[in-house]
């Protein structure tokens, strides 16, 4: 059957009998996904009868494991190129999404005001903008006394999915992060401090007077912490929130794409917010026709299917219809 962009949802006709038999599916790698799989497969266990035992211990030991056959589906936020995909013997497709946030330790800066943009940003985390005083930042807030302290930035000390969109971001807003550094899940960070996971970000920033970190939209969301304002691709300064989310996922071109990798970061359309990024899964294809085959693709379809409340409960935006439904078509014909 060919792919196709919109229309019904697709059904597998082995699925139509019922009920099934119960299965447990393993998944494991990105701590992105990890509150996105684990809510969809407490809901859908009544109607799909799938039980998920999802372990969230990073993008690369993800791929690693689905890799050498020991989980029934990885995650990743790096997706795998078409090569390596082609050798492993796995399907790749996006499940949801979500942003990536500046969170800010500024006494004397009113909560979730500061104005960053993506040069500047590079620049901070380059070590080329030491100083809250500095005045490219000075300019990006007119309105704002900024503080004559020092800037602490705080990077992921761990291999991170995070940090691997952070820095794409980074690369894409600035030719010199992009030569000097680049992207990364792991970099070589020019200075600043290193923290282990979400947690460990915004720990360190607490503790630390003049500092900024990066961390997972839905993480920040979910602990209430301080956020900055992000100049857009459009010039706009915004605020992250899940309209914002969904409208740099609805201005991408997901047709152009063979695989469903389309960047998201920094993408046009007023209100985008400038870092977005897709989780994605892993499926071996040699495994489709077993009964835990079977189970993970009733797991994502009844994901993609009635998982969207869920999603924005916890600070994600799901795919366009058109997206899962092409998804759920592909996987069929292989």
Known sequence: MAAAWGGPSFVYAEEVRLPYRDVTITGAGSSFAAPVYEGWGTAAF????????????????????????????????????????????????????S??????????????TLRLDGPVLAGIYAGMIT????????????????????????HRADGSGTSYVFTSYLSLVSPEWKNHIGAGTLVEWPGGAGARGNDGIAALVRQTEGSLGYVEFAYAEGNNLPVAKLKTHDGVFIEPNLESLAKAASSADWQESSGFTVSLLDQGGAGS???????YALVP????????G?????FFQWGFEHGQEINSSLGYVGLPAKVQSAILVRWADK
């Open 46 to 97: 009544s109607q799909t009868k799938v039980h998920v035992n999802y372990q969230a211990i990073g993008s690369g030991a993800g791929q690693d494991q689905v890799i050498a056959g020991t989980v029934d589906f990885g995650a990743t936020d790096k997706p795998m190129g078409e090569v390596a995909l082609k050798k492993a013997g796995l399907y790749q497709f996006p499940t949801v999404m």
């Open 294 to 298: 079977a189970g993970v693709r009733r």
């Open 285 to 292: 294809l040699k495994a489709m026709k077993t009964a835990e």
């Open 273 to 279: 917010w400038p870092i977005v990024s897709a989780t």
């Open 99 to 112: 942003g990536v946030v500046v969170i800010v330790h500024l006494k004397s800066v009113p909560r979730n």
């Open 131 to 154: 100083d809250w005083n500095d005045s490219r930042i000075q300019a990006l807030n007119p309105d704002i006394k900024l503080p004559d302290e020092e800037i602490v930035p705080i």
